[in-house]
């Protein structure tokens, strides 16, 4: 007989057990193909088949690691990145031993799973776990995502769950970004493009953002995502939308950056539903002495909202913090006042970390300037 050991403390009959054991010796490769073929070699009344082929079995019961682990997938490995490849048993080769396991995929394919973890060593995982909406590779638990998947936690596991609070609880309770209404494929502004920066601070992840210079790069970025099904964030500064635009034009009024963000946005519009992912538009640091650059990607913005009901870019960064914070404030504010109609996001920063970026030199401040102020 199985028992399956209850959060009462009793033990609880599931059924009849058939154990299955391998003979012989081989390559992890060879063995994982004897196990497999076992395992689909199974009469239909003990071990299913999903619409793709893949065993299905009733229950997966899986131990999760401080790490985030299952079974012997691990964070970043060759073998968790091979989800979505199909195979229910692979080879595995961790720490200098080499063994099989079953893949991601199969265990997400059995008609239930339960996941354990026990202890407060492992809160900081189960956080993450459950708010990584669809799932990461440092953190494999987060990718079980089986049509009828349960935690098994202890209170301490769980409390650093229960205690972090959701930033927005209408997208706090979705299982995925997908889940969010109106989400789609492409370029997303206004409320959509809020609520899906929204749902990944409810779920504790990141959404990256790349500086892009040419169409290969802003490419580069989109195969990522689509490889990896995750948003991501394309972001032009004000140096690489010069490059973008080209070099050889002349850029005294910041003529050849405003062209090279806007066809820059424009490019990414025309080619981002294709690859099957959201994707926000953004333009990195812009100093006051680049404002001309911002005022043309603002009119280029106004252009396209009058046209299309929604600004071309989704969201712009003013850095002015080389300014007093007095005037950065008002500076932000007024360009806020005319952003706003179009819904469209502004990021802007104060205090600074040391340094050069973008054009602003803060390499030879005082260590006191890298600190939070108070005032």
């Not at 009959?13 to 199974?42: I, K």
């Not at 099957?276 to 603002?298: E, N, Q, R, T, Y």
């Not at 909202?305 to 712009?316: Q, R």
């Not at 006042?337 to 030199?361: F, N, Q, S, W």
Request: hydrophobic share 40%; with cysteine.
């Amino acid at each position: 007989m199985a028992y399956c050991w209850s959060g009462r403390g009793d033990c609880v009959c599931t059924g009849e057990v058939d154990a299955q054991s391998l003979v012989g010796e081989g390559t992890p490769e060879e063995v994982a193909a004897q196990y497999e073929a076992l395992l689909c070699g199974m009469p239909s009344n003990v071990v299913g088949k999903t619409s793709s082929g893949m065993p299905q079995v009733d229950l997966v019961l899986v131990g999760t690691g401080e790490d985030g682990h299952v079974c012997s997938l691990h964070p970043n490995k060759r073998e968790i990145k091979m989800a979505g490849g199909g195979r229910p048993i692979i080879p595995i080769s961790e720490g200098g031993k080499t063994s099989i396991t079953v893949s991601l995929d199969f265990i997400c394919a059995a008609k239930k799973v339960v996941l354990s973890a026990a202890k407060a060593s492992r809160s900081p995982m189960v956080l993450r776990a459950l708010r990584s909406g669809s799932g990461c590779y440092d953190c494999p638990a987060s990718m079980v995502n089986a049509e009828n998947t349960t935690w098994l936690c202890d209170k301490d596991s769980i409390k650093g769950y229960q205690d972090k609070k959701v930033s927005d609880p209408a997208v706090a309770h979705l299982s995925s970004f997908w889940d969010i209404p109106g989400m789609k494929a492409g370029v997303l502004t206004g409320d959509l493009a809020w609520s899906l920066l929204q749902f990944a601070k409810a779920k504790g992840f990141a959404i990256p953002a790349f500086n892009c210079t040419s169409t290969s790069t802003v490419n580069a970025v989109l195969e990522a995502g689509m490889q990896l099904k995750r948003p991501v964030i394309i972001q032009f500064s004000e140096g690489g939308s010069a490059f973008f635009g080209g070099l050889s034009l002349p850029n005294k009024e910041k003529q050849a950056s405003v062209l090279g963000a806007i066809a820059g946005a424009t490019y990414v519009r025309a080619v981002a539903p294709a690859y099957g992912i959201p994707v926000l538009v953004h333009s990195d640091h812009c100093a006051k002495k680049l404002l001309p650059w911002f005022d043309g990607m603002l009119e280029a913005d106004e252009a396209f909202f009058a046209k299309h009901g929604e600004p071309l870019f989704s969201s712009h960064m003013l850095d002015l913090s080389e300014e007093p914070d007095v005037e950065n404030i008002e500076i932000c504010q007024k360009y806020l006042k005319r952003m706003a109609p179009m819904k469209l996001i502004l990021e802007m920063e104060m205090g600074i970390t040391g340094g050069v970026e973008d054009g602003v030199d803060n390499s030879g401040v005082s260590k006191e300037k890298l600190y939070s102020t108070p005032e």
